[in-house]
């Protein structure tokens, strides 16, 4: 059974800056791509960028340079670092794990595409 465990939310103020974590298991770590996604109330759940398991990345346009995917090998951790961060980035943020090809990532970051999900941790982001 896969499980993800986030951490990290919490209150910033607009411009701040917050880094989130997901501890995988080994094998989740080493076997699934994993993402994050975030959801902000009454929208739907937004894929925010996934790494597969060679370490690649691509990310929703939403929060490119903004935002960093890296998994940390020595911890089985994905990490998020978030930078420059705005109001409308206040979300319930997700980490997800899905079925690689071949151990790549190919087409949409979109939730059905991911097969386990983390509890949430919560950002909110004050002007």
């Not at 929208?43 to 935002?67: C, Q, W």
């Not at 911890?75 to 151990?103: F, H, I, V």
């Amino acid at each position: 059974q896969v499980q993800l465990v986030e951490s990290g939310g919490g209150s910033v103020q607009a411009g701040g800056s917050l880094r989130l974590s997901c501890a995988a298991s080994a094998y989740t770590y080493n076997t699934y791509c994993m993402g994050w996604f975030r959801q902000a109330p009454g929208k739907e759940r937004e894929g925010l960028a996934v790494i597969d398991i060679f370490g690649s990345t691509p990310y929703a346009l939403s929060v490119k340079g903004r935002f960093t995917v890296s998994k940390d090998n020595a911890k089985n951790t994905l990490d998020l670092q978030m930078n420059s961060l705005k109001p409308e980035d206040t979300a319930m943020y997700y980490c997800a794990a899905g079925p690689c090809w071949r151990g790549r990532w190919y087409g949409p970051i979109v939730a059905p595409s991911f097969s386990s999900w983390g509890q949430g941790t919560q950002v909110t982001v004050s002007s």
